[in-house]
Nanobody, 127 residues
Framework: QVQLVESGGGSVQAGGSVRLSCVVS????????MGWFRQAPVKEREFVAS????????YYGDSVKGRCTISRDNAKNTVYLQMNSLKSEDTAVYYC????????????????????WGQGTQVTVSS
């Protein structure tokens, strides 16, 4: 079983930055490829970014490409999401997700690629 705990959310001014963290509190991060998704009110969950076990492969959603960097520190059991040039439309609950031990890279941007999910952290961008 894998437990994921997100942190780093909060209220940010438009144009600002935020760095989200996701700690694997049970299990080993090194065994999992990871993803970040977000869900805004009355919207479906949206893919943000994903990263393979050894950071060789990284993918980004079109809405954040160029403003977002995903990274991981397996020694610290932590994956990060750095978001810059924030916009009001980035306001959402951000979720961290881990695969079940086998990552299907063909669906790396889809929720079904991930088995374990955190509780989410709220990011609110004000203009």
């Amino acid at each position: 079983q894998v437990q994921l705990v997100e942190s780093g959310g909060g209220s940010v001014q438009a144009g600002g930055s935020v760095r989200l963290s996701c700690v694997v509190s049970e299990g080993s991060l090194a065994k999992h490829s990871m993803g970040w998704f977000r869900q805004a009110p009355v919207k479906e969950r949206e893919f943000v970014a994903s990263i393979s076990r050894e950071s060789r492969y990284k993918y980004y959603g079109d809405s954040v490409k160029g403003r977002c960097t995903i990274s991981r520190d397996n020694a610290k059991n932590t994956v990060y999401l750095q978001m810059n040039s924030l916009k009001s439309e980035d306001t959402a609950v951000y979720y961290c997700a881990a695969d079940g031990g086998t990552w299907n890279i063909a669906i790396a941007t889809e929720e079904r690629a991930y088995e374990f999910w955190g509780q989410g952290t709220q990011v609110t961008v004000s203009s």
